[in-house]
């Protein structure tokens, strides 16, 4: 698809949106993670794209694949550089060159369930993100940061990041 061809899309998208607002509310599609051994687990889309992770071996895991946390901040990438590359269409900005890099600081000890010195659960998430763009477009260098930043608030997983969504957690038990 060409950038013009993106930024239409876009632009009927916003029409239909505006005539009719309700039809913006979805339900998206859902991941379906599945256990498979040890630390494994493989993610599947109802399309049929499989993703595996893995945990490190120091956590038990084999270490060959990719981790949770991992296929996170990627998520997180890949969302604010599409974004970004949305809004660019929009604007008739031809990229040059583009990249997000996603990154995160944790603590082992919220993954663990072990406290801090002063007896205090440690959050399991990330304590901070940070995501770092880069950014190139011939002629139109002063208009780059705007668009970034607003594709950054316009990015639904930065979003959700930042606007901190609740989670209805559903558990169902079974025997065998």
Do not use: K, Y
């Amino acid at each position: 698809m060409t950038m013009q061809d993106i930024a239409s899309a876009m632009q009927r998208m916003e029409q239909a949106l505006r005539r009719r607002p309700g039809m913006g509310l979805h339900d998206d599609a859902p991941a379906v993670a599945r256990w498979d051994g040890g630390t494994r687990v493989v993610s599947s889309h109802a399309n049929g794209t499989r993703v595996s992770t893995d945990m490190p071996i120091e956590l038990g895991g084999g270490g060959d694949g990719v981790t949770p946390g991992w296929l996170f901040r990627a998520g997180v990438a890949a969302c604010l550089t599409t974004r970004i590359a949305m809004g660019a269409a929009a604007a008739g900005i031809e990229l040059g060159a583009l990249e997000v890099r996603a990154g995160s600081r944790s603590d082992l000890r919220g993954l663990l369930d072990l406290p801090d010195a002063e007896g205090m659960p440690v959050f399991a998430g990330p304590c901070e993100v940070q995501l770092h763009v880069r950014i190139a477009a011939a002629g139109v260098a002063p208009r780059l940061r705007a668009l970034v930043e607003d594709s950054h608030r316009c990015s639904p997983i930065p979003n959700a990041l930042e606007h901190a969504v609740a989670v209805d957690l559903h558990i169902d038990t079974d025997s065998h």
